[in-house]
Nanobody, 114 residues
Framework: QVQLVESGGGLVQPGGSLRLSCAAS????????MSWYRQAPGKERKLVAT???????VYADSMEGRFTISRDNAKSTLYLQMNSLKPEDTAVYYC????????WGQGAQVTVSS
C-alpha cells in the first residue's frame, strides 16, 4: 500500500513560483512512476507531468518550460516546481502513483491571483 501526502500549496501572485511536495509512505517509492495531475473548478482532472523511477520526465504541452517535476528517492518525495504562474494554473494539484491500485494524494490547492 502507498500513502501520498501533498504539501506546499497556497496563494501566489501571477508570475510567482511555488514548489509542491508529495511525501510517500512505504519503501517502494524508488520503484514508482509518479505523476502530478491538476483539477480546476468545474473541469476534469488532467495530467501535468510524469517522472519514471530512473528520472525520465514527460510534461503536458502547456506546462513544459514553466513546471519541473523531480524526485528524491532517498526522501521518498516527489516535487513539482512551478514558475511563471498564471491565473489559469489555479487548481487542486494531486500526486498519483499506480501500483496495482491507483494511489492519489489528498490534493493541494494552488491559487494564482493578484
Amino acid at each position: 500500500q502507498v500513502q501520498l501526502v501533498e504539501s506546499g500549496g497556497g496563494l501566489v501572485q501571477p508570475g510567482g513560483s511555488l514548489r509542491l511536495s508529495c511525501a510517500a509512505s512505504g519503501n517502494i517509492f524508488r520503484l514508482l512512476t509518479m505523476s502530478w495531475y491538476r483539477q480546476a473548478p468545474g473541469k476534469e482532472r488532467k495530467l501535468v507531468a510524469t517522472i519514471t523511477p530512473t528520472g525520465s520526465t514527460v510534461y503536458a504541452d502547456s506546462m513544459e518550460g514553466r513546471f519541473t517535476i523531480s524526485r528524491d528517492n532517498a526522501k521518498s518525495t516527489l516535487y513539482l516546481q512551478m514558475n511563471s504562474l498564471k491565473p489559469e494554473d489555479t487548481a487542486v494539484y494531486y500526486c498519483y502513483a499506480p501500483w496495482g491500485l491507483d494511489y492519489w494524494g489528498q490534493g493541494a490547492q494552488v491559487t494564482v491571483s493578484s
